[in-house]
């Protein structure tokens, strides 16, 4: 019986929002990272690569080469049979995983020594490049894309004009006109901001007049019959009531701003956060192109917290049980 | 010591005919889009209600009450016939017509202040003349005290009072609620009954009120309009049958008793529920009760 109520107040579907889930949420982020440890530090259970420490009698080998583990095994069966030294090695995971402490000394050492080719950006500076980015393109796209959601959410004529060639739009990818947005725009920020302003705008039209258009009709009947005109209605109903729910759409679509802006960085003179890690990439610093991934996920999960608070604040009277 | 004179219904009938019509209703029908052509949905509603008379609306589910309502309110289009409001023509929703929904509908994002507060305002009203208005009309449904409260901080009854004060803000000239209680408890329900008693014969209202509760639909109406559901003879609502209640004003609860009330609410009854042959209990195999382990006996 007592199994029965704990499953009712978990299942949020049924309408009981779960009070306290930080344990969850803390399991959520731990789950990963251990497994992440178990494959680093527990030899047997990856490891397909050998580190060579000394080559012994091996021509082919040499220290701090890593060779696959049949690999070694061969040669140093060819050695033994040969009577030379046999090469040592330590069991290690591929270049392109390194263990945890690694990606956070670089962690570290990204935000504390300077970039290795001078001139380089640091990565708080490819961060903030970035964001920069996303704030123009981003900021560009929801000024366009909200008022012309909500038009086509509050008229018909202007949904029938806009959203049927919006949807058609929409499946053309935006950094298909990388090219394009070189030859208009030049080769530094101008085409990226503009591909994801391309990439932005389409679906926040479409989301925000699909918000507009899921406002409580009775809220609009209840302001008709006191007098409303339809101008009051858009401005002192529609805009209010929606509000909250906007606020939660623009919080996604960022999501889908922080993705085009990884290509749309590529485009022209790559820059930013993207260069960071194409330029450790080529470098096969690959602690420090984890260090870049990460930076964004963080970058992304503590723009959304604060304006999930913000929201709270903006919209006090959104019931919150 | 002067003993009341006995209450004539005939001559309060006569006085409530000599006053003028505030809201008619000519020939009014509204038909819906269906499968095979439009569906009538509404047919030759005629209706004249004079001024702080209390009319009450009922009728079977499918006779059109709320359409009826929704018309008169502007909300919903009719196709034939037409709307006066004192003997003008109107179409569409508007100020005259204030109309109080069952599902309160009031605005989330505004305090019960700011609610009662936006009729005022949409007529061009500044903040502090509306907000003067809507303080008087607060007082009136007794809710000043929760004027900085959210709708949703609010129980059913103090919102639906919340919405009350909110359409009277605007002084209409007829007030319409569709089925205002329907969605409260039993005990709340009496209460804002008495309320919307008192509330009627203290200040200068009319108000058209569409109810399925047919003891709600005496207990309020000077006049009741009985809507037909459709029969053989017509396809959507029509209008059957209106009853002048009997029975003196402001009324309260215990009216109920009175024989005048018993008849007009058989009369509702049968109506509403035609007598329909009494259909045979469905008899249940003696060894299911057995199985059942339990003896009622």
Known sequence: ?321 | MRSEPPFDPIARAARIAARPVVLEARGLGKTYPGAKGRVPALSGIDLAIRRREFVTVVGPSGSGKSTLARILAGLDEHDSGEVLVDGHPVRGPGRDRGMVFQAYSLFPWLTVMGNVMTGPRFAGNGRDAARSIALQYLELVGLEHLADRWPHQLSGGQRQRVAIARALANEPRVLLMDEPFGALDPHTRATLQGNLIDLWFNIPITIIFITHDLDEAVLLADRIVVLGGPDADHAGGWLRETITVPLPVPRTPDVVLSPEFRAVRERLDSLIHPAEPPRPRERIPVYRLAAAGDDVR
């Open chain 1, 1 to 321: 019986m007592r199994s029965q109520v704990v499953m009712m107040r978990w299942f949020v579907v049924r309408g009981v929002a779960p009070g306290a889930g930080w344990g969850f949420v803390i399991v959520g982020f731990l789950a990963p990272l251990l497994l992440w440890c178990a494959v680093s530090y527990v030899p047997w259970l990856w490891h397909p690569d050998i580190l060579v420490e000394s080559p012994g009698g091996s021509q082919t080998f040499a220290a701090g080469m890593r060779v696959p583990v049949a690999a070694f095994a061969a040669e140093n069966a060819a050695l033994a049979a040969a009577g030379s030294a046999p090469a040592t090695g330590q069991a290690v995971n591929p270049v392109f995983l390194p263990a945890p402490h690694a990606v956070a000394v670089a962690f570290v050492t990204a935000f504390t020594t300077p970039p290795r080719r001078t001139g380089d950006p640091w990565l708080h500076e490819s961060l903030l490049h970035s964001c920069a980015l996303i704030a123009q393109g981003f900021g560009l796209a929801i000024l366009v894309g909200v008022p012309l959601g909500i038009l086509c959410g509050a008229y018909a004529g202007m949904s029938r004009l806009i959203e049927p060639f919006t949807d058609f739009l929409r499946y053309l990818p935006a950094p298909a006109f990388g090219a394009l947005a070189v030859a208009i725009f030049g080769i530094s920020d101008g085409p990226k901001i503009s591909i994801i302003v391309l990439a932005t705008v389409l679906p926040t039209i479409l989301v925000i007049a699909n918000t507009t258009r899921s406002l409580d009709k009775a809220l609009i009947d209840a302001a008709a019959t006191l007098g409303a005109s339809n101008r009051q209605v858009l401005l002192r109903v529609v805009l209010p009531g929606i509000a909250p729910a906007v606020w939660n759409d623009l919080r996604i679509l960022l999501g889908a701003a922080w993705t085009t802006l990884i290509v749309a960085e590529l485009i022209g003179q790559m820059s930013g956060i993207s260069f960071f890690i194409n330029q450790q990439g080529k470098y096969r610093n690959y602690d420090f192109v984890f260090v870049g991934i990460i930076a964004i996920g963080l970058v992304g999960l503590l723009t959304d917290q604060i304006l999930a608070a913000i929201g709270r604040l903006l919209f006090p009277w959104k019931r919150t049980s």
